[in-house]
Nanobody, 122 residues
Framework: VQLQAYGGGLVQAGDSLRLSCSVS????????MGWFRQAPGKERGLVAS????????????YYADSVKGRFTTSRDNAKNTVNLQMNSLKPEDTAVYYC????????????WGQGTLVTVSS
């Protein structure tokens, strides 16, 4: 399984940015997807996740408190892609953002992308 995250860049506080992650290998619809970020000097942490039970009615999402109401994750099973829409960006959102795959039944994330840098200037 390979993941490619893209869409990062330099923006100003209050701007929006959309990250995407394309996944190849395996069966995308079987994967639960997560977005993590790591700021300089800090540990990597989960920002958002989107799980898939096999039908759109069973989809669930999670957001860290720090991004709740500003970030939205979505997935396109036809394109093997997961997205992270980031609105009202703050300087503290500056980090390298990673997408990751968690197989159903797995206790952790099994595959990781290379990361894309988001820099928010004040």
């Amino acid at each position: 399984v390979q993941l490619q995250a893209y869409g990062g860049g330099l923006v100003q506080a209050g701007d929006s940015l959309r990250l995407s992650c394309s996944v190849s290998g395996g069966t995308f619809s079987n994967y639960n997807m997560g977005w993590f970020r790591q700021a300089p000097g800090k540990e990597r942490g989960l920002v958002a996740s989107i799980n898939w039970s096999g039908s759109w009615s069973g989809i669930t999402t999670y957001y860290a408190d720090s991004v709740k109401g500003r970030f939205t994750t979505s997935r396109d099973n036809a394109k093997n892609t997961v997205n992270l829409q980031m609105n009202s960006l703050k300087p503290e959102d500056t980090a390298v953002y990673y997408c990751a795959v968690r197989n159903r039944g797995s206790s952790g994330y099994d595959y990781w992308g290379q990361g894309t840098l988001v820099t928010v200037s004040s």
